[in-house]
């Protein structure tokens, strides 16, 4: 069985990402800057997130990707390693990315390095998924919670149980 290496594994798509790939029996290896306190399923083998480890791609078949970075250059070395073991990668890019600009062309500094990084991955010749969600509820700027307050008369816990629900939707949650 090939193990899913998941980048982000302990943020909040990623932890449902990787709990509905233990309930389905999955093999998962999950990357933490904190590994000892990444608290995530019996299992999992959680593992910091440098590709020059000693085995830290073996056995590796996907891998989903989410990028922390400032720039696009570091993922050059990261889609080369994952070219040489992954079979498919799936890509949650974000920061504005417009599907089909080159990325020079596009509107800001973070779009650019994301469709740079897409750019990098849809010619590797490794199998890819790019997901591109807008915006996600778990995390509403403080306008949506004042909004809500102005609205209703109550705090946004309404919204708030709305998108845990939304994000198991998203990540696969097992009901």
């Known amino acids: 069985m090939s193990?899913?290496?998941?980048?982000g594994g302990t943020g909040n798509v990623g932890r449902r990402v990787v709990a509905r790939l233990t309930w389905a029996g999955a093999a998962v290896r999950a990357t933490s800057r904190h590994p000892r306190t990444a608290g995530l399923p019996a299992g999992v083998e959680v593992v910091t997130p440098d590709l020059d480890a000693p085995g830290a791609l073996d056995g590796v078949g996907a891998a989903f990707l989410?990028?922390?970075f400032h720039s696009a250059e570091p993922a050059r070395p990261l889609v080369g390693a994952l070219k040489r073991h992954a079979?498919?990668?799936?890509?949650?890019?974000?920061?504005?990315?417009?599907p089909g600009v080159?990325?020079?062309?596009?509107?800001?500094?973070?779009?650019?390095?994301?469709?740079?990084?897409?750019?990098?991955?849809?010619?590797?010749?490794?199998?890819?998924?790019i997901l591109s969600p807008s915006t996600?509820?778990?995390?509403?700027?403080?306008?949506?919670?004042?909004?809500?307050?102005?609205?209703?008369?109550?705090?946004?816990?309404?919204?708030?149980?709305?998108?845990?629900?939304?994000?198991?939707?998203?990540g696969g949650e097992p009901r």
């Open 102 to 129: 080159a990325p020079e062309r596009q509107p800001t500094a973070v779009a650019r390095w994301h469709a740079a990084l897409e750019h990098l991955i849809e010619r590797s010749g490794i199998e890819w998924t």
């Open 66 to 68: 989410m990028w922390p």
């Open 136 to 170: 996600f509820m778990a995390n509403p700027p403080p306008a949506v919670s004042t909004a809500v307050l102005g609205i209703t008369g109550a705090p946004a816990t309404p919204l708030s149980a709305w998108a845990a629900e939304h994000a198991a939707d998203f």
């Open 87 to 98: 079979r498919r990668v799936v890509f949650m890019t974000g920061g504005d990315a417009r």
């Open 3 to 7: 193990t899913y290496l998941l980048f």
